[in-house]
């Protein structure tokens, strides 16, 4: 049964710094993806990371994937407040058409 | 573009009474889901379709029915709702090629059982 967790859950950011969050999962893929969701809405795709090695970017993140570790960073360079949501990653288990979530972390970026 | 759309937004049934949550795609996705988000458990997959006329039980299945009814409609039934089942609820749809699986989500229906 394909595994997937992230780390930390909740992770309170001051605003202009940089920080790291982490999704590991358990068995061989080599597709995850990452969803942003905004309090009382609905999820947002945010990056597809197809391949080892596979890196992502787009403004203040940037996703990276490696397949052999079985972990996906997503980086936050100088957070700012609109960067505040949950990030969801979700992995691909190749079988069928599901994807298997995390439990998401929860981002609050403060002055 | 309408995506992924669902009705209905928000409901309150009574412990027993049942009801169907709609969800409807026009991307002309192959795959749809019913998710359940509950807070701290991520989202939990209730059932799936990969294509039209087949679906699949995911990880929380019991309570549940599921139809597909054509491409573009997948409904969830709920027969006789529990406390338990106060929740959000997202439908989601993809192209389910063997390149990548985006998922594209519904605006969710919040779902509570007294």
């Known amino acids: 049964e394909l595994k997937v967790e992230q780390n930390p859950l909740f992770l309170s950011m001051q605003e202009g710094k940089n920080y790291t969050i982490y999704c590991n999962y358990s068995?061989?893929?080599?597709?995850l993806y990452w969803y942003r969701q905004d309090p009382g809405k609905s999820l947002e795709s945010l990056f597809v990371?197809?391949?080892?090695?596979a890196v992502k970017q787009e403004g203040r993140l940037m996703a990276s994937l490696d397949t052999k570790a079985r972990l996906s960073t997503l980086h936050i360079t100088a957070a700012v407040h609109d960067l505040s949501a949950t990030y969801f990653c979700?992995?691909?288990?190749?079988?069928?058409?599901?994807?298997?979530f995390g439990k998401g972390i929860t981002l609050s970026v403060r002055p | 573009n309408a995506g992924v759309t669902q009705t209905p937004k928000f409901q309150v049934l009574k412990t027993g009474q049942s009801m169907t949550l709609q969800c409807a795609q026009d991307?002309?996705?192959?795959?749809m889901y019913w998710y359940r988000q509950d807070p701290g458990m991520g989202l939990r997959l209730i059932y799936y379709?990969?294509?039209?006329?087949?679906?699949d039980k995911g990880e929380v299945p019991n309570g549940y029915n599921v139809s597909r009814l054509n491409k573009r409609e997948f409904s969830l039934r709920l027969e006789s709702a529990a406390p338990s089942q106060t929740s959000v609820y997202f439908c989601?749809?993809?192209?389910?090629?063997?390149?990548?699986?985006?998922?594209?989500f519904g605006a969710g229906t919040r779902l509570s059982v007294l």
């Open positions: 068995t061989t893929s080599d597709r």
């Open positions: 979700a992995v691909d288990g190749l079988a069928n058409s599901k994807l298997t």
């Open positions: 991307m002309n996705h192959n795959s």
């Open positions: 990371l197809l391949s080892n090695g």
């Open positions: 379709s990969a294509s039209e006329g087949t679906t």
């Open positions: 989601a749809s993809s192209k389910s090629g063997r390149i990548k699986n985006i998922q594209y």
